[in-house]
């Protein structure tokens, strides 16, 4: 299960991390198109949610692809693949799409479908999408790193690419700071320090703290981790350029039987006193009401992604005022 609308602000949120100013350009299901500076490998390479990053050449309708395809401009030789999002286009055969477009830029770049300098991506939504693939989102890596395949395990963990996307809707930049205040088996902390982060991890169970050091040692992942209350983290931790957790939904042996209410406002409170005016705290909750009302942060996005019956978790964006 995954959110659409989450992804979209990772990626967008990422682009202006890595490239300064972005804008998005258009949108449609399945398609973000993005203005920015960043290197589109480096974007690929930190990605989670996303599958591919693409140099956009051109949209149009699909039946003005053949008037349009003639002039694109890029190393050749090329491959041709064609993709729809969901239903869009159902009498558009992607196999004949992909031998069309082929053999209008045949005998001007050549193709070569095993080792083509160039990926031409046609990706039928609202309109057809036309752009070169630059770097795809390795996905697997994360499955990897799911914490059933790690040393230390907790049935209450995030999955590796939305500890991503939180690491990402932080806007830190490679070498700044980042804390998760709730570590428990570390997958956030992780993903901070393989996007370049420098990662710090702390938790009130030394269990969790002890479990998530076997969990980065296996992978031969270097952090910061300490065991202390969310309460202490302005004076063990000092300042961070920003703040990712995924904090416990309410069990008692998650909170030590702290009611959730006053555990959340004492965790906005000691992450204001560690971050400066404009930086950003992402989290995961199941509910948002619980982030209302701290004078510290104001929020700016809540990405809601039901996962079953039960539970809805909720990402959200706060900014520290």
Known sequence: MECESLARSEALSTAETLGGAASVVSEEPGVVVIETGADPVALSERLALCHCVSEHLFSCAPDGLADTVRDIDVPGPVRVHSTRVGTSFPEVDLERT???????????????????RSEVRVVLS??????RCIGRIDRSSFEGRKVRNLPFNHPISIHPKFARALVNLTMTRQGGRLLDPFCGTGAIVMEASLAGCDAI??????????????????LDIDAELLRCDIGEISRAVGNVSGVATDPPYGRSTSTDGEPLPELFSRALGACADVLDSGSRMAMAAHDPKLLEGSGDFEIVEVHPMWVHRSLTRHFCVLRRV
């Open 98 to 116: 992909n031998a069309a477009v082929g053999e209008l830029v045949r005998d001007r770049l050549g193709v070569d479908i095993h080792s083509p």
């Open 126 to 131: 609202e309109q057809a999408d036309v752009g």
């Open 201 to 218: 991890g702390s938790d009130i169970s030394q269990k969790m703290i002890e479990g998530a050091r076997m969990n980065l040692q296996s």
